[in-house]
C-alpha cells in the first residue's frame, strides 16, 4: 500500500487538522513540475524560488505538528504522574508500597475505587498508542515528502532539511512515548493485574489500525444474507398469492408487524455504523465504547441478517401453516418477538456479552435519568426509542393478546386507545425530558436544554389528548366540531415546528451560513452537499407528516392500522437520517477540542497530591535535560 493511503487510514480523525498535510505538499511538488520551464536556464531559477516558497511551507507543517505534538505530550506526562499519584494511594490503602514516590501522609481524598482507576489506565495507554502513531505518521511524511522532492527536483536540500529541522524536532524523539508506554504496562502489571503480563496487555491491548475484516466473518455473513434474500423473495410472492384471504393477512401483519420494524430498524443502524467509519466519524469515542472490543459493522450486518432470516422463516411458516400441518399459528409470531430479548438478556458471557451489557446499562440509566449526569449515549438511545415507540406499544399488545388467548381464547386485541398503551408512548419523551431537565440543572446552557424539554412535554400533550378524546366522544359525533381535535392539530403544530427546529438547528447543526457556497449548512460538511438539502426537506415533511394521516383517517381512505404502520416506517427513515448528522455533528465538536480519547474522571487532586505531581514533572524534567546533554555532547 503507498504510503498516501497508509496515512489517511491510520491517522486519528479528531486530529486530522494537526497532521503534515501530505497531500497538499505532493500535489504542490507535482504542480512545480507540471509548470517548469524547459529552458535550463529560466528553469534553474524557477527550481530555486519553488525551493524557498516549499520549504518555507514544509517549516510551517513542521512548526504545527511538533507544537501539537509538545502539547499532547506535556498533556500525557501530566497525567501519567497524575496516575501514578493516585495509584500509590490505592496501593497503600491496600498494605502495599510504590517505588521511586516519597512518603506522603494520608489523603482526605481517596480514589473511588480500583476498577475506576483501572479503566482510567487502559483509557490513557490508548491514548499514548494514539501519540505514539500521530508520532511515526508525522514524521514519516517529513521523510516521505522530502524524498519525493529530491526524486523529482533532482536535489539533496530534503534530506539536507530533515537532517536540519526534522531530527532535532521533538516529535522525532521515540523515547518520550516509549518510555511512557512502558511505564504504564509495569505499574499496570505489576498492580492492577499482580504480576501477570499477559493479563495486563489483553487488557491494555489496542486493536491494530486499519485491521481487515476476518474472511471467515465475510463468508458467514454472505451466506446468512443470501439466505435472508431467497426466504424475503418466498415471503412476498407467498404474501400476494393469499390476498383472496384479507382477514388471515390482518393477523399477519399484525403479528408480524413489530418484527418487520425491528428488522428494519437493525439494518439501518447497520448501514449508519458502516457509512460513519467509511467518513471518518469516530462513533467508538463518541459512544464512550470500549476500542478493545467495539463490533465491526460487518459482525452487526450478520447479527441483524440471521436475526431477519428466523423472522422470515416464520412468517413463511405462519402462512403455510397447514402445508407444515400445524393447527394453531399463532404461536408462531412468538419467535421473532422473543429472539431479541432472549439476545439481549442472555447473562452468559457469548454473543457480544460487552455489547449486550452496556446497552442494558445505558437502558438503566435511562429509566433513572433524573438520578444520573446524562451522557450522549443516554440520550441518543432514548432518541431512538422515541422513534420505535410503536415497537414498545407492539410488544405490549402482542403479550396481552396471548394472555387473553391461551387462558380464554379470545383472539382479539387491546384496543390502541387504552390507558396501558397511552402511558408506553409517554414514557420514552418523558425519559427524554427528565435527561434534559437534569443537564438544565447540572449546569449545561440553560435556554437550551428548558427548550428541549419544550418539545419533548408537546409530544407528551399530543399522545394525551387523542387518549381523552377516544373516552368522552362517540363514533357519531363529528371531531371537527370537538374543541379535542383543533386543541390538538394545535399541539401538533408546535411539537412539530419546535422538533424540526432542534433537529436541524441544534442536533445537525445546519443554517449556520446563509450566503455562499454553503447555505443553509455549516463550513465543515463530510458528506455530499445535496445529502444536506435532503435531509433538511426530508426532516420537515416527515415531522409534519401527520397532517397527511389525520386526512387520510377522517376521510375514512385509510385503516388506522396502516396509517400507523406507514407513519412508524417513516419515522425510522427520519431517525436514519438523524443519525448520520447527529454523529457528524458530535464528531466535528470532537475535532474542534482535539478529543480523541474518552474522558474517564478519577477525583479532583488536592493540594498534596498536586505537589507530588509537580515533584514527579520535575524529575522526569531532570532525566530528560540529562539525556539531551549526553545524546549533543556524543554528537
Not at 27 to 35: D, P, R
Not at 343 to 366: D, E, K, Q, S
Not at 489 to 494: A, D, E, G, Q
Not at 572 to 578: E, K, L, M, P, Y
Request: with cysteine.
Amino acid at each position: 500500500m503507498k504510503f498516501g493511503k497508509t496515512f489517511e487510514s491510520h491517522l486519528t480523525p479528531e486530529w486530522r487538522e494537526q497532521y503534515i498535510h501530505y497531500a497538499e505538499l505532493k500535489a504542490m511538488i507535482y504542480e512545480a513540475l507540471e509548470n517548469a520551464p524547459r529552458q535550463k536556464t529560466l528553469a534553474l531559477e524557477y527550481y530555486q524560488k519553488f525551493s524557498i516558497e516549499f520549504f518555507a511551507v514544509l517549516k510551517e507543517e513542521l512548526r504545527r505538528v511538533n507544537d501539537f505534538f509538545e502539547h499532547k505530550l506535556a498533556e500525557a506526562r501530566r497525567k501519567h504522574a497524575t496516575f501514578k499519584v493516585k495509584l500509590m494511594y490505592l496501593v497503600r490503602e491496600t498494605g502495599g508500597t510504590v517505588s521511586d514516590i516519597p512518603t506522603l501522609p494520608p489523603l482526605e481524598d481517596q480514589p473511588k475505587t480500583a476498577r475506576h482507576l483501572e479503566r482510567a489506565y487502559s483509557e490513557f495507554y490508548f491514548s499514548l498508542v494514539l501519540l505514539n502513531n500521530y508520532q511515526h505518521l508525522n514524521v514519516n511524511g517529513f521523510h516521505k515528502i522530502c524524498k519525493k522532492y529530491d526524486k523529482y527536483i533532482n536535489s539533496t536540500s530534503g534530506r539536507l532539511w530533515l537532517t536540519t529541522y526534522v531530527e532535532p524536532a521533538t516529535i522525532s524523539r521515540e523515547r518520550a512515548i516509549h518510555t511512557m508506554l512502558s511505564e504504564v504496562e509495569n505499574l499496570f502489571t505489576h498492580f492492577v493485574t499482580n504480576g501477570n503480563r499477559t493479563k495486563a496487555m489483553a487488557k491494555l491491548r489496542v486493536p491494530p489500525l486499519g485491521q481487515p475484516t476476518s474472511p471467515i466473518h465475510i463468508f458467514s455473513t454472505g451466506v446468512v444474507l443470501g439466505l435472508l434474500i431467497v426466504s424475503v423473495f418466498i415471503c412476498i410472492v407467498s404474501y400476494l398469492f393469499m390476498l383472496d384471504r384479507p382477514e388471515f393477512l390482518l393477523s399477519f401483519k399484525q403479528m408480524f408487524r413489530c418484527s418487520l420494524l425491528l428488522m428494519f430498524y437493525w439494518f439501518s443502524v447497520v448501514i449508519n455504523v458502516y457509512v460513519w467509519q467509511s467518513v471518518g466519524i469516530n462513533h467508538v469515542l463518541i459512544f464512550e465504547l470500549n476500542p478493545r472490543n467495539q463490533i465491526q459493522p460487518i459482525k452487526m450486518l450478520a447479527l441483524a441478517s440471521l436475526f431477519a432470516y428466523i423472522c422470515t422463516m416464520s412468517m413463511i411458516i405462519f402462512l403455510h401453516h397447514n402445508e407444515f400441518g400445524i393447527e394453531d399459528p399463532l404461536f408462531i409470531p412468538i419467535i421473532g418477538l422473543c429472539l431479541p430479548l432472549v439476545y439481549l438478556l442472555n447473562p452468559m458471557p457469548i454473543f457480544n456479552h460487552p455489547a449486550r451489557m452496556w446497552i442494558l446499562r445505558t437502558f438503566g440509566r435511562i429509566v433513572a435519568a433524573p438520578l444520573f449526569p446524562v451522557t450522549f449515549m443516554d440520550f441518543w438511545l432514548c432518541d431512538q426509542m422515541n422513534s420505535m415507540i410503536l415497537c414498545l406499544v407492539e410488544y405490549y399488545l402482542v403479550t396481552r393478546f396471548y394472555f387473553r388467548y391461551y387462558k380464554d381464547g379470545v383472539s382479539s386485541s387491546e384496543p390502541t386507545s387504552s390507558l396501558v398503551v397511552t402511558v408506553l408512548r409517554c414514557l420514552p419523551p418523558w425519559w427524554r425530558l427528565a435527561q434534559c431537565m437534569k443537564r438544565y440543572w447540572d449546569g449545561d446552557p440553560p435556554t437550551a436544554y428548558i427548550t428541549n424539554a419544550f418539545t419533548y412535554a408537546s409530544t407528551i400533550v399530543t399522545v394525551i389528548i387523542p387518549f381523552i378524546y377516544a373516552k368522552i366522544s362517540s363514533p357519531d359525533d363529528n371531531a371537527m366540531m370537538n374543541p379535542l381535535i383543533w386543541g390538538y392539530i394545535i399541539s401538533c403544530i408546535i411539537c412539530s415546528i419546535s422538533c424540526a427546529s432542534w433537529d436541524l438547528r441544534m442536533d445537525f447543526g445546519l443554517f449556520r451560513i446563509w450566503s455562499g457556497e454553503h447555505i443553509f449548512l455549516r463550513e465543515h460538511l463530510l458528506y455530499p452537499k445535496w445529502f444536506y438539502y435532503f435531509a433538511i426537506v426530508a426532516d420537515i415533511v416527515i415531522r409534519f407528516i401527520w397532517v397527511i394521516e389525520l386526512n387520510l383517517m377522517y376521510f375514512n381512505l385509510m385503516t388506522k392500522f396502516n396509517c400507523l404502520s406507514i407513519i412508524s416506517v417513516s419515522e425510522i427513515v427520519r431517525r436514519f437520517i438523524w443519525n448520520f448528522l447527529r454523529l457528524e455533528n458530535e464528531h466535528l465538536y470532537n475535532c474542534g477540542h482535539f478529543r480523541a480519547t474518552r474522558d474517564i474522571y478519577i477525583s479532583t487532586l488536592n493540594s498534596r497530591e498536586d505537589m507530588v505531581v509537580e515533584y514527579l514533572l520535575d524529575q522526569s524534567r531532570d532525566v530528560r535535560g540529562a539525556e539531551y546533554r549526553q545524546r549533543d555532547s556524543s554528537i
